[in-house]
């Protein structure tokens, strides 16, 4: 199957500094990449639609200027969490398409974030 | 909108089948999903199902749905130490370019 790169696996930073993670399809072009948060003992909750080439699309109560999205190339988006805080630790997973549709999505490997 | 529900705790011995439940709210879910996640992990996927199919069987999963129930069921046979995971369920509307809405996710545990 198709390959999701996420990169970092994990990260510790300070409250108050940027954390950047990336996404990468390996072998496939994705128009669309997804950006989920996961809090222990729960679901996955989406955050936001990354398409490329345009600005990303948050869900209701996902902060745009928190969690920055850039979707630059066709294998390539980012999340930059700016300005962390201990709250925002948790587990960050982006998935994404093929751009030619398809029923699955692929999966990265997920960032654990803890901001102390 | 879109709720998908599971319970959250299953322990098995090795050896025995393992059933996990899942249900859903959106009649018109078109894809339904089961992925895998272990410790640590981003999710895999396990395998999927169409809304107009009733089974399916893949080795030793077998997803069965009762879409008059929004209903969906994921069954391991001869269940492994390896299998212990959360198994969450998911569904979609489409195929390539829908958000895909998750359960709350169930922790497997298998006993040797």
């Known amino acids: 199957g198709a390959v999701v790169s996420q990169h970092p696996s994990w990260v510790i930073c300070k409250s108050g500094t940027s954390v950047k993670i990336e996404c990468r399809s390996l072998?496939?072009?994705?128009?669309?990449m997804f950006w989920y948060r996961q809090f222990p003992k729960q679901s996955l909750m989406l955050m936001a639609t990354s398409n490329e080439g345009s600005k990303a699309t948050y869900e209701q109560g996902v902060e745009k200027d928190k969690f920055l999205i850039n979707h630059a190339s066709l294998t390539l988006s980012t999340l930059t969490v700016t300005s962390a805080h201990p709250e925002d630790s948790s587990f960050y997973i982006c998935?994404?398409?093929?751009?030619?549709?398809?029923?699955?999505?692929?999966f990265g490997q997920g960032t654990r974030l803890t901001v102390v | 909108g879109e709720d998908v529900e599971q319970s959250l705790f299953l322990s098995v011995r090795e050896g025995d089948s393992s059933v996990i439940n899942c249900t859903y709210t959106d009649s018109s879910s078109t894809y339904l999903y089961w992925y895998k996640q272990e410790p640590g992990a981003g999710l895999q996927l396990l395998t999927y199902?169409?809304?107009?199919?009733d089974m399916k069987q893949d080795q030793r999963l077998t997803v069965l749905l009762n879409k008059k129930d929004k209903h969906l069921s994921l069954r391991i046979a001869d269940t492994q130490t390896g299998d212990s995971a959360i198994y969450f369920c998911a569904e979609s509307m489409g195929g390539g370019y829908q958000k895909v809405t998750f359960g709350t996710g169930t922790k497997l545990q298998v006993i040797p």
């Open positions: 199902i169409f809304s107009n199919m």
């Open positions: 998935s994404a398409f093929t751009s030619t549709g398809g029923t699955e999505a692929f």
């Open positions: 072998d496939f072009q994705a128009t669309t």
